[in-house]
């Protein structure tokens, strides 16, 4: 099955007109030569152009495969952050307990988290990083602490009361979790492109 690439805005890379070199010749034709060992042709050999790409792939490819060939000796402290960071996402035995007329009923706190997450990302200027559920012992209210970025220019005290009411009122109506406090924290700033 032949993948199609697509580029930002929908367009596949087929669809994209490429200006052809100086001499005519079309640079991916003469790259994707130089990449499977094709020979230069009378007219590669001698183009100013043509040769200029084929050093391009042939630099490319020596600088990938010496990469490729480097030995990687990461820190420790790499290896620890990466499994913590894993373990506290996907630890199936970190739930919340839900008050139900039914019986006890649990959920999933990074589900929990994500849906959280998901409520402050739909709202203008902001966007969550990450969010931490605590519920009270013996009780079934939670208190949440979320971290975001926010957009350049936006007023911090508006938008982070507006956080505040959103994980307050999806907390109790969307998960069934009474959320008792909401600690935010703005951790980065972001501007528009």
Request: with cysteine.
């Amino acid at each position: 099955m032949a993948v199609d690439p697509i580029l930002d805005g929908g367009t596949s890379i087929d669809e994209v007109a490429l200006e052809p070199l100086a001499c005519g010749r079309d640079a991916a034709v003469v790259w994707d030569r130089a990449e499977a060992g094709t020979p230069p042709d009378a007219h590669e050999r001698d183009c100013p152009h043509c040769t200029a790409v084929r050093a391009d792939a042939a630099g490319l490819s020596s600088l990938v495969h010496r990469m490729a060939a480097e030995d990687i000796d990461p820190p420790p402290s790499v290896m620890e952050r990466v499994m913590g960071a894993v373990m506290s996402e996907l630890r199936p035995h970190d739930v919340l307990q839900l008050e139900s007329p039914h019986g006890a009923n649990r959920l999933g706190r990074p589900a929990a988290a994500g849906v959280l997450r998901g409520v402050v990302d739909r709202m203008d200027g902001l966007r969550a990083r990450s969010c931490r559920i605590e519920q009270v012992p013996d009780r079934f209210d939670a208190d949440v602490t979320i971290t975001v970025t926010a957009r350049f220019g936006v007023d911090l005290a508006s938008v982070t009361a507006r956080v505040r009411q959103m994980v307050l009122a999806a907390g109790e109506q969307t998960l069934g979790v009474p959320v008792r406090r909401v600690d935010i924290s703005v951790v980065d700033i972001w501007g528009e492109p």
